[in-house]
Every structure is written in structure tokens, then in C-alpha cells.
């Protein structure tokens, strides 16, 4: 019996193949052909049982027979906003990492100490939906493009301007008597709430931007004893977000 092979085609129902990647996939790696069944998922909840009406060396058109949607694995929105490392390679391990796991929103920042002030989201979007598909989520988290801390935090308070409300935390590695004082996230996370996670570069950030954050309603978090790499705070600031609102 063949495995069933799952493909993101985002307008699934207004279409009849799939888009060229993943028809280059389906019939050059997979060998799909004409009868052959497969799940198309659309990155915002639905699945779709459908079967290879055509095949030929560059396309491959479908027929959906079933349509599947999904129940959410968590309620509120989960937002990851980090510093890419210097060494592109443990950004996208991460981005394909926190995927599997499940959330819903990653911004890259740019912050005074960045060691990485640019990022192509295009290769980061191919791992985001690789990842999607290998652990069957229903939803693909947006990706935004990399922005100025500073303006990402005005970004932020617009939204909450215009009725988003969130849980909005900072992790940094600052003990200054002039700080608030830091909880662990896992005990900070409120069930059910929007979350927005920060992260900042292998630097950390700046003392300038955590006092920024903390004036603009983030609170500081830790996220236990030991010392993390950015991006293994980062997957750690996912995990908790989701295993709060399993």
C-alpha cells in the first residue's frame, strides 16, 4: 500500500494541479501517477483527499474527492519574534524545528547587536512549508520579513490599537536592580491568551531595547537556569507557547 503524500496548494479548491514545485515533486521524485491518491492542505485548516487525474513530466493535475477541516490544536495565536544567528544554518534548523511543533506568526529582528541584518524569507518560507507537510498542520504560521526592532514594537502596539490583545514577553539574560523582575515563561503563560514571544541576538539585546519593550507592556521572562544559543531559546519560547495552550 503507498503512502499518502501530502502537497501545500494553497487555493486548492479553485485549482486543478498542482503549483510547479510541488508537481515536480510529485511526478519526477514521487513517480505519482494517474489514479494515484494524496492530500493537498491549503495553510488555513483544511485538508483535502484527492486523486492524480493526469501526469506527464512537468504537471500534475488532481480531482478532490473529500474535503477535510481540521480542528485547531490550540486557540489563541502564537507569535515568535527572534534575531537570526550569524550562522544562517541554525536559523532555519529552528525554523523548521518550531513548524513542527506548531505556532502561528515568526518576525526576524533586526536589533542593535544583530550579527545578521538581512535574511531571505523566500528559502525560509520552502523549510516553513517542508516542515508544515512533514508533521501535517493544518495551518501554515505566517512569516514575516525581517524589521528595526524599535519598529516592530510600534508595529505591536498598533495592533493592540486596533483590538488585538496579547501576552507579550521578553527573554534576556539582564539581572539589573532596575528591571522588573523576571519570571520563568512556562509559569507567565496565561491559557487561551494571544502570545507574543521576544528573542533577541547572540549578543542579546541591548539594555536600551529591553527597557524599550518593558515601557511598551512587555514583561521580562526567563527561560530557566541554563545559558541558551538564540535559536534553542527560541524553539524553547515555541514549545512553551504551544504545550500552555495543548
Known sequence: MKEVRYFYVPDALS?????????QHAVRVLRMQMG???????????????????????????RIEEKF??????????????????????????????????FDELTFLKCRWSERTAIKT??????????????????????NEMTDFKIFLQEIEEREKNG????KFICHCYEEENLDEKVVLKDAIMKGKDVLVLVGPEGDFSIDEVKLALSRGF???????SRLRTETAALVGVHLMNLANQ
Open 15 to 23: 485549482m486543478n494541479e498542482l503549483p510547479d514545485e510541488e508537481a
Open 36 to 62: 494515484d491518491e494524496m492530500v493537498l492542505m491549503d495553510g488555513s485548516g483544511t485538508f483535502y483527499r484527492a486523486v492524480v487525474t493526469e501526469a506527464t513530466k512537468k504537471r500534475c493535475l488532481y
Open 69 to 102: 477541516p481540521q480542528e485547531r490544536q490550540w486557540l489563541p495565536h502564537l507569535h515568535l519574534a527572534m534575531a537570526p544567528t550569524k550562522n544562517l544554518d541554525r536559523t532555519e534548523w529552528f525554523v523548521e524545528k518550531a513548524t513542527e511543533i506548531g
Open 122 to 143: 523566500e528559502r525560509m518560507e520552502k523549510i516553513l512549508v517542508s516542515a508544515m507537510k512533514q508533521s501535517h498542520k493544518a495551518w501554515k504560521p505566517v512569516l
Open 164 to 167: 488585538e490583545k496579547m501576552q
Open 219 to 225: 514583561q521580562s521572562v526567563s527561560l530557566g537556569k
